[in-house]
């Protein structure tokens, strides 16, 4: 009975240290939101089952890293405008009551894009209709989230890789004003959130002068148009550094904000030397083009953590150009490059594995600020 005391003391003095030490190396442990607050916000794409917290890991590293926070598919309009008289805010609400609550910017994507069109829209043949669809979708979704929503991708992938203006149902109904009248009724809706146009290949010199072009005209109309989104789906060895230098400069003189919307880096063999993220492209899925099933070799892990460092040094060096950085996905088993353009590969292109572990690409990352 003497002894028991002793026992019960020295075992509550080894749990106490443990826990002290746990707190005392997390709080130490480097994050991405804390490594970059002084220079851009640092964000993900989140998808339904992490908006609805089913993952607890998942969450933690979420909140740990990242200070905000872009719908990967929810706010989409065949999701979140099903039926012409239907919207559908349940997940939305959820989104954005999450951001809330860990205190993250919070990015609206998207309002209007071709792709992942509600079909009842898709067949609308009148331009009067269509202007009042565009109107009602844009007015009631926008105002709904007024001063809750920091910013939105107002008009995604309108600018084909050539520099013409991508074939849609509002390019064929109403022509190219329909890109000036979406941001018009967004600033409308919320004159207080940041405006975005946002697309892929913004690196590819006709697209850039395209885009350039266009937001040129719609500044000429006196219409609010705040930032250009370069989606960040990129290579090992594509774009240049050089290229990306360029671009953010030629969009930054237009007087606009840049921010990385949808970065990822793909360490796969690409068919057909595929640019961009045209979703609709699909290829066959062969041995060459799925080199890594089961793990990612640490001589290409090296390759991905070098392009990271590059790429961060580079946003580090013209931050003061840049409002966020996003990574479109939390860890590699989330992302989208696992299934495009070849369905079934396994592809690595985010800082966290699928077991949610830092790659060497995240330390690289975390290293850029060190002098």
Known sequence: MKTYPFFLTLFATITFSSCYSQKEHHSKNPNLKDT??????IGTAINESQIEEKNTAENTLIVSQFNSITAENIMKSMNIHPQKEKYAFDLSDKFVAFGQKNKMFIHGHTLIWHSQLSPW????KDSTELKNVMKDHISTIVSRYKGKIDSWDVVNEAVNDDGTLRKSVFLETLGEDYLAYAFQLAAKADPNADLYY?????TNPAKREAVIKMVKKIQAKGIKIDGIGMQGHWQ??????DEIEKS???YSDLGVKVAFTELDISVLPSPWELQGAEISQQFENTPKMNPYPQSLPDSIQEKLAKRYSDIFKLFLKHKDKISRVTFWGVHDGQSWLNDWPIKGRTNYP???DAKLKPKKAYYSVINTTKK
């Open 36 to 41: 970059f607050k002084k220079s851009f916000y």
């Open 121 to 124: 829209i898709a067949e609308i």
């Open 198 to 202: 946002n697309d892929y290949s913004m």
């Open 236 to 241: 090992l060895n594509s774009p240049t550094i």
């Open 248 to 250: 953010i400069l030629a």
């Open 350 to 352: 985010l800082l966290f």
